[in-house]
């Protein structure tokens, strides 16, 4: 379904970014896999094989993300599809109970680099006239949860930034989606999984089960495909039902 295609993903080196580059590798594509940690990112590009490579970077730094996007475009020629995944989950307890190191770090990750991604990304696809970008945003981009206040904020934001993006650049020819994942079965969500309050947790997913990283996957991959050649500008919950409560 991809064959020829170029696609960037930041935070490849575990979870849904890992996941996401071997399901667009399988359909053909040639895989960007960056991430700050190098192990895994180079775990990820071992399991792919020859169709993907490795770049660091840390997407808080502009720098960092600047030679990201410089270093593919001199590797493949081009840039096709971008899946900006990479996010932290900081969060210390209620707002009262936040630190500003907590909250700084969180949004320079998950808001800052989303868009220092799409600042980076978008020049290279309004040149070819045409691009699909895909930005992770989370269940808590679309309510609140009481103990959550910087990861909601900055999930809010990533909405923002998509919707933004995808009305500025749509007669570019340039698709901008945000997926919003609920529980998934990553190493992100395994604390949470190995408490006792995930059984009533669960009681909030109709489905009463965490969805599966290749679940995931398997709509990131449609949203970039033509099938979504109409779709810009959405956040589309991966969510077993969470958000029809």
């Known amino acids: 379904m991809f064959d020829g295609k170029v696609v960037l993903i930041t935070g490849a080196g575990s979870g849904i970014g890992r996941e996401t580059a071997i399901a667009f590798a399988e359909q053909g594509a040639r895989v960007v896999v960056a991430d700050v940690n190098e192990d895994g990112g180079r775990e990820t590009v071992r399991i792919i094989g020859d169709n993907a490579t490795f770049i660091r970077a840390d997407v808080a730094h502009a720098g960092d993300v600047e030679a990201l996007i410089t270093e593919t475009l001199a590797t493949y020629g081009k840039l096709d599809i971008a899946f900006n995944n ?27 680099g989303v868009w220092l991604c799409m600042k980076y990304e978008l020049p290279s696809m309004i040149e070819q006239g045409r691009g699909v970008i895909i930005n992770n945003s989370s269940v808590l981009g679309l309510r609140g949860a009481e103990r959550a206040p910087a990861y909601c ?21 340039i698709r901008v989606n945000a997926v919003c994942p609920g529980i998934i079965d990553t190493p992100m969500e395994h604390d949470l999984m ?52």
Do not use: C
Request: net charge negative; charged share 20%.
């Open 86 to 112: 990479a996010g932290v989950f900081l969060d210390e307890g209620a707002v009262l109970e936040m630190t500003e190191t907590s909250w700084d770090a969180t949004m320079n990750i998950n808001v800052k």
């Open 153 to 173: 904020a900055s999930k809010h934001a990533v909405i923002g930034l998509t919707k933004s993006a995808a009305i500025a650049y749509a007669q570019n020819g």
């Open 194 to 245: 190995q408490t006792d309050e995930y059984a009533e947790i669960l009681k909030l997913y109709p489905m009463r089960r965490a969805g599966t990283p290749r679940e995931a996957a398997d709509m990131i991959l449609w949203l970039a495909s033509d099938a979504a050649s109409y779709i810009t500008g959405i956040a589309l919950p991966i969510d077993g039902g969470h958000m029809a409560f």
